[in-house]
């Protein structure tokens, strides 16, 4: 069965500062792994998609990177502001499990002024 | 504007009571899905549907009703069975289960037990 992690599950930087969320899954066997943002009380905001035979995909500041053999995923986000303080999850779609995603717990981010 | 729409944003139910959440899309997608998520605890999947008049169940399907009459239709069921409902519903919908597309997501329903 699928197993996705986060690490860290929390994390406060100040504004300004890069930094790298993580994601891992324990079957490499994926199409996709996708990332998305939560505001509290909302819903899931798509950021990035990555195709299994991809090793990256970017969006303004952010980069997705995959690592499908060795089950690794990173979200960076460059230049940090105090609006991207959100729950970050991701979200990978394998191969032996249909049409369903398998969602890691999220890494709740601060991102202090 | 194309998107996902759940209501209400905020449902009480009374114990012993049945209530139906609603998720609509006018994305034209054929595949719809209905997730839960506790607090500290990831999405988990309840039900889900690749294409009109036929759902699967997920891992939590138990206590919980679908239907899919309609491709842009696919509200649930929270029934009596189901134990401990107060949770976030999260519907979201995927173009074509065949292909490697995004899924989007509604804005969520909470859902209180009172």
């Known amino acids: 069965k699928q197993e996705v992690t986060q690490i860290p599950a929390a994390l406060s930087v100040p504004e300004g500062e890069n930094l790298v969320l993580n994601c891992s899954f324990t079957?490499?066997?994926?199409?996709?792994l996708q990332w998305f943002r939560q505001d509290p009380g909302k819903g899931l905001t798509s950021l990035l998609l990555?195709?299994?035979?991809?090793r990256e995909q970017t969006s303004g500041r952010l980069n997705a990177s995959l690592d499908k053999s060795s089950g690794r995923s990173t979200l960076y986000i460059a230049a940090s502001q105090p609006g991207d303080s959100a729950t970050y999850l991701c979200?990978?779609?394998?191969?032996?499990?249909?049409?369903?995603?398998?969602f890691g717990e999220g890494t709740q981010l601060t991102v202090n002024p | 504007d194309g998107g996902i729409t759940q209501s209400p944003k905020y449902l009480f139910r009374k114990e012993g009571q049945n209530v139906t959440l609603s998720c609509e899309q006018n994305?034209?997608?054929?595949?719809m899905y209905w997730y839960r998520q506790d607090p500290g605890q990831g999405l988990r999947l309840i039900y889900y549907?690749?294409?009109?008049?036929?759902?699967q169940k997920g891992d939590i399907a138990e206590g919980y009703s679908v239907s899919r009459e309609k491709k842009e239709s696919f509200p649930l069921t929270v029934t009596s069975a189901q134990k401990n409902p107060t949770a976030f519903y999260l519907c979201?919908?995927?173009?074509?289960?065949?292909?490697?597309?995004?899924?989007?997501f509604g804005q969520g329903t909470r859902l209180t037990v009172v």
């Open positions: 979201a919908s995927r173009r074509d289960t065949q292909l490697n597309t995004e899924a989007f």
């Open positions: 079957d490499s066997a994926i199409y996709n």
């Open positions: 990555i195709q299994s035979s991809q």
């Open positions: 979200a990978v779609r394998g191969e032996t499990s249909g049409s369903r995603l398998t």
């Open positions: 994305l034209n997608h054929d595949a």
């Open positions: 549907s690749q294409i009109v008049n036929d759902f």
